[in-house]
């Protein structure tokens, strides 16, 4: 490698030792993110003040994540980064929709087994009665049988147990089993749109843009099965005012769900108030079964 002279040496010879990576994927992801790194900094300019304070903004977001927050994964939501590396690599590699969706930064491993028809309640939670009814079929649209699915979402507070010591451990969570009809029926309570935090280095973003930093009501599904490609979602209820301006950018056409209200008495349940059901279905690629990595614990 020549020892570099002026500006216009800098990125051939950083190319040049990206070409030494042994492993031809790495080598073509690190050769194209040199490429676009150096030309962003050269296209904007940057400064030197501007470089200090992005590699201290970066240190911050290490430091502002921990075993209950993810604000990577949160940042690269509310840059659009994760839906667009979602409808990229589903629906045919982005041809066709897909009922892939966000991971987002609240999914835990391990959640409890929960009968057909259980409840995700496990501590006192407060709200209007949600009946959940999630049909997985093939690509044939066939039901699949022996899914194991995770279901989760928000309080009707708008936070996740692990971001509130009121709520007990695994509470709004719960692991089912499809029977042969490929369905997934709970209890639950009806979830609302809720925003982000935003005491951290994405709500200074926010700020800086003039964005609002909330979510749409949803409820997260994890599916997975030896033979499948590891079902990803969220479910979008669709009477919410955040579905065309949801700050993780997650809410597609596939996943805008169908829920009812009904003011007539609970066939189970007799009369308690006004209630809701959510049905919808899911589709499920061929593939390989792999858990993604837990971005909490």
């Known amino acids: 490698m020549p020892i570099i002279n002026t500006l216009q040496d800098v990125t051939p010879a950083v190319q040049s030792v990206m070409e030494q990576t042994t492993d031809p994927r790495l ?3 690190m050769h194209s993110l040199i490429t676009h790194l150096h030309g962003f900094v ?26 209950k927050h993810n604000e990577f994964v949160l940042m690269a939501g509310s840059l659009g980064v994760s839906a667009l590396v979602c409808l990229l690599n589903n629906g045919d590699n ?10 987002g930064p609240f999914w ?10 259980g409840s995700l309640l496990r501590s006192e939670t407060p709200g209007p009665r949600l009946d959940g009814a999630f049909r997985f079929i093939d690509k044939a649209g ?53 925003p982000i935090p935003t005491n951290t280095t994405v709500g200074q973003l ?23 490609k590891t079902l990803i979602s969220q479910i979008y209820v669709d009477d919410t005012v955040y579905l065309h301006t949801d700050v993780q950018f997650g809410v597609t056409r596939a996943l805008v769900g169908n829920l009812t209200a009904h003011d007539t008495p609970h066939p189970d349940d ?17 593939g390989v079964s792999k858990l993604p990595i837990p971005p909490i614990k």
């Open 27 to 29: 080598r073509e992801i």
């Open 42 to 67: 050269q296209d904007v300019k940057l400064t030197e003040a501007e470089f200090q304070q992005a590699t201290k903004i970066l240190n911050t977001m290490g430091q502002q994540t921990n075993d």
């Open 94 to 103: 982005g041809a066709t929709e897909t009922t892939q969706n966000l991971l």
């Open 108 to 117: 835990r491993l391990n959640q409890p087994m929960t009968e057909q028809g």
């Open 142 to 194: 066939d039901p699949i049988e022996g899914l194991e699915v995770d279901i989760w979402h928000a309080s009707p507070v708008g936070l996740y147990e692990n971001q509130d010591d009121s709520q007990a451990d695994h509470n709004l969570r719960g692991k089912f089993v499809t029977g042969v009809d490929g369905m997934v029926r709970f209890r639950s309570v009806r979830p609302i749109g809720y």
């Open 206 to 228: 926010l700020e800086a843009q003039g964005r609002h930093p909330y979510r749409p009501a949803h409820v997260h599904v994890l599916a997975h099965k030896e033979g499948f």
């Open 270 to 286: 007799g009369d308690v108030g006004e209630w809701f059901t959510l049905d919808h279905t899911f589709m499920l690629e061929p």
